[in-house]
């Protein structure tokens, strides 16, 4: 069956797919996380997007926050952001499209089922946006399962 599975796969990785543009698109992303003590842990991630590999740049952002774990399944984490977006072609010229600040809180639930990992992350974001103020409410279920191990 793993054999089927694997053959699948290939051919189907095979076939080529064309989108809206032909040269690929590329996020850098920079992630530090920093453990101040058993529960107590900071973060930041900077972003860079691009349509193409190192040049027309028309996003960015940068975030910070700062994290409790309550124990092992359950975290509580709130964080800040600054996200701008140029328009598109324009390596950062102006006039930009979007300036965004964001306040955030999530809350986040672990757990596992034999070799599953499973993580469901609640979120509610305070967006004040160049058009006026959001709130946005985000969902995100993570799933993990080691193919090599029988643990992560």
């Known amino acids: ?8 796969i290939f051919f189907l990785s095979s076939i080529v797919a064309f989108s809206q543009q032909r040269e690929p698109g590329v996020w850098h992303v920079v992630n530090g996380l920093i453990k101040l003590d058993k529960n107590w842990q ?3 991630t900077l972003q860079l997007r691009s349509n193409k590999c190192i040049k027309d740049f028309y996003y960015y952002e940068m975030q910070t926050g700062l994290g409790y774990n309550i124990n092992p399944t ?13 328009f598109e072609k324009g390596n950062f010229s102006k006039p930009i499209a979007n300036q965004e600040f964001r306040l955030w809180q999530q809350f986040t ?7 599953l990992r499973i993580q469901h992350r609640i979120r509610v974001e305070e967006r004040w946006l160049s058009i006026g ?15 090599n191990n029988k643990q992560l």
């Open 109 to 115: 639930i672990n757990h596992a089922i034999q070799r």
């Open 42 to 44: 900071t973060f930041v």
């Open 1 to 8: 069956m793993l054999k089927y599975c694997i053959a699948i």
């Open 133 to 147: 103020y959001r709130t946005r409410f985000r969902y995100r279920l993570n799933m993990t399962f080691p193919l």
């Open 74 to 86: 359950f975290s509580f984490w709130a964080g800040m952001g600054s996200h701008n977006t140029y």
